[in-house]
């Protein structure tokens, strides 16, 4: 994969997988699909199971890349996994409020809250 394509980082804490986005705006469908093959690719290539997402440098996240959220949210379920988000910006997460996906997802303040009795 091209170093410009690298849209997340990924980092192994103990058992559980960090993905942090590197993009502050994650509005273009070519990158949210990138994003989103990346994140697939964590659970049905390498078979992790328990997932972080770190929205730390995301300034702005668009309907589309939501629906790829929800979609991963259902592959690591599948997987019989566990997917949670951390450090999202309180803007972003008035969208998670208004569209109710902060009762599907699991959302935590920070990594290390969302690290925590993983």
Do not use: H, W
Not at 24 to 34: A, F, S, T, V
């Amino acid at each position: 994969m091209a170093a410009g394509q690298r849209k997340l980082d990924i980092e192994q804490i103990g058992d559980v997988t960090v993905a942090r986005f590197v993009d502050k705006k994650i509005l273009d469908e070519n990158n949210i699909q990138i994003i989103g093959n990346q994140l697939f690719g964590l659970i049905e290539e390498d078979g992790r199971k328990k997932i972080v997402l770190d929205f730390t440098n995301v300034e702005y996240l668009s309907s589309a890349a939501l629906g790829k959220l929800i979609t991963l949210d259902k592959k690591v379920k599948t997987a019989a996994g566990k997917l949670r988000l951390c450090s999202i910006r309180p803007d972003i997460y008035e969208v998670f409020a208004i569209t109710r996906l902060n009762k599907l997802f699991d959302i935590r303040d920070d990594q290390e809250a969302a690290l925590a009795g993983f």
